[in-house]
């Protein structure tokens, strides 16, 4: 019903930056919630990000003041701006949101796109 398609992965080095962006598509009537989690090899997946329609934002505090998190309602899309990047950012960043769909709501889960984070 949603499909979730990540873009914006890649290599950088320590210090850098990068943006992620997620499109959200198929058939929904609105989204309530659209964030990023992240997973490293051996560790459990962790929120990074989230933003409600509302625009109220949660951040990990592992990336408060480096990480901002946007979302364009009009595109059904939300964005991950990654500035001073380190080592430890480097993991799969997932795309989630909770749609309202026909029969209530539901969350969805993008593939992933890996970061990668060179010292």
């Known amino acids: 019903q949603v499909q979730l398609v990540e873009s914006g992965g890649g290599l950088v080095q320590a210090g850098g930056s990068l943006r992620l962006s997620c499109a959200a598509s198929?058939?929904?009537?609105?989204?309530?919630?659209m964030g990023w989690y992240r997973q490293a090899p051996g560790k459990q997946r962790e929120s990074v990000a989230t933003i409600t329609s509302g625009g109220v934002t949660n951040y990990a505090d592992s990336v408060k003041g480096r990480f901002t998190i946007s979302r364009d309602n009009a595109k059904n899309t939300v964005y991950l701006q990654m500035n001073s990047l380190n080592p430890e950012d480097t993991a799969v960043y997932y795309c989630y949101c909770n749609a309202v769909i026909a029969t209530g709501w539901r969350n969805y889960w993008g593939q992933g796109t890996q970061v990668t984070v060179s010292s």
């Open positions: 198929g058939t929904f009537f609105s989204i309530n919630v």
